[in-house]
């Protein structure tokens, strides 16, 4: 397993019966989380991926048959295989960050996400805010950085300028964006939500 599409493939095949499903977003978000230098607990990762425990186990027992994550009693962590897939999509996408005190979309909680080199596949924005809006957000809000400034397609070519905030230095510190990289900012009602409308929309041009 080495790619960020065959990574997706494994929130397919869910089973029957009445225990919470998971989504591509849940699942990335999960991965994603995961990439940190120590374990992390099973009950820390499913809150922070937004999914019950019985998703959690269904999502654990996928990842540990792919040899992503090893679990012992100090919690789940990385293989060898698992870190590398986890730099091959670091290289397209970053962890959501929460961006304290944004104004720049709709929602009381809003994070943001960068797309490397996915500038080029925003349009209007639309399908983004609407792959948002299906995860369970209010919506998002997607920016271009181009010739270093924010930019919207088809709208404002200095988003810094027409809509002064701190939130822009927020994303440049949090998020690092490079030209041409798509910024998608989401808003819902709490973060984990906001987090999840974020890896949602970024998919849609993944």
């Known amino acids: 397993m080495s790619t960020l599409g065959t990574l997706l493939k494994l929130s397919g095949g869910r089973g029957q019966g009445p ?11 999960a991965f994603l989380a995961l990439g940190v230098p120590k374990s992390v607990g099973r009950q820390t990762l499913a809150a922070s991926a937004g999914v019950g425990e019985g998703s959690m186990r269904t999502m654990l ?4 048959q792919a040899g992503l994550v090893e679990v012992d009693p100090a919690g789940i962590k990385l293989t060898r295989a698992g870190t590398r897939l986890y730099e091959t999509v670091r290289r397209r996408l970053t962890p959501p960050a929460i961006l304290r005190g944004s104004t720049l979309t709709v929602g009381k909680s809003q994070a943001g996400v960068v797309v490397r080199s996915g500038g080029g596949a925003i349009s209007n924005g639309i399908q983004q805010r609407d792959a948002s809006v299906v995860s369970g957000a209010d919506g998002a809000t997607s920016y271009v950085l181009r010739a270093g400034k924010f930019t919207v397609p088809g709208g404002s070519s200095d988003c810094e300028k027409d ?30 939500k906001a987090k999840l409308g974020a890896v949602a929309a970024a998919l849609s041009i993944l």
């Open 61 to 64: 027992k996928k990842f540990r």
């Open 163 to 192: 809509f002064p905030s701190t939130t822009w230095s927020e994303i440049r510190d949090e998020l690092h964006p490079h030209e041409g990289d798509a910024i998608i900012v989401c808003g819902a009602s709490d973060a984990v």
């Open 19 to 29: 225990s919470p499903v998971f989504g591509r977003e849940h699942l990335l978000l």
